[in-house]
Nanobody, 116 residues
Framework: VQLVESGGGLVQPGGSLRLSCAAS????????MNWYRQAPGKERELVASISRAGDSTAYADSVKGRFTISRDNAKKTVSLQMNSLKPEDTAVYYC??????????WGQGTQVTVSS
């Protein structure tokens, strides 16, 4: 089982980044996919979730209207489009696959730094 995030980097405030997470080793379409983030000294927090079919999404209040989660079950990928980035969005971003009562899987994380 693997979840591999990519797309992180350094961006100026107001800029955009698109994170991607490539999955392998499990039945991707059977899992709810999530993006979490963890800033230095803070707990890991849920940023966005998307249903198995991709027809339902949910967002943390802090990113609503700025971030968009999407998935492609054929390609086994989940993405997070991040617009209007703020310094407080700086964190390591992780994707997580969850199947309810079954196993869950985490990626290794990708660093996002928002700074001028």
């Amino acid at each position: 089982v693997q979840l591999v995030e990519s797309g992180g980097g350094l961006v100026q405030p107001g800029g955009s980044l698109r994170l991607s997470c490539a999955a392998s080793g499990f039945t991707f379409s059977s899992y709810i996919m999530n993006w979490y983030r963890q800033a230095p000294g803070k707990e890991r927090e849920l940023v966005a979730s998307i249903s198995r079919a991709g027809d339902s999404t949910a967002y943390a209040d802090s990113v609503k209207g700025r971030f968009t989660i999407s998935r492609d079950n054929a390609k086994k990928t989940v993405s997070l489009q991040m617009n209007s980035l703020k310094p407080e969005d700086t964190a390591v971003y992780y994707c997580k696959a969850a199947s309810g009562l079954g196993p869950m899987y985490w990626g290794q994380g990708t660093q996002v730094t928002v700074s001028s």
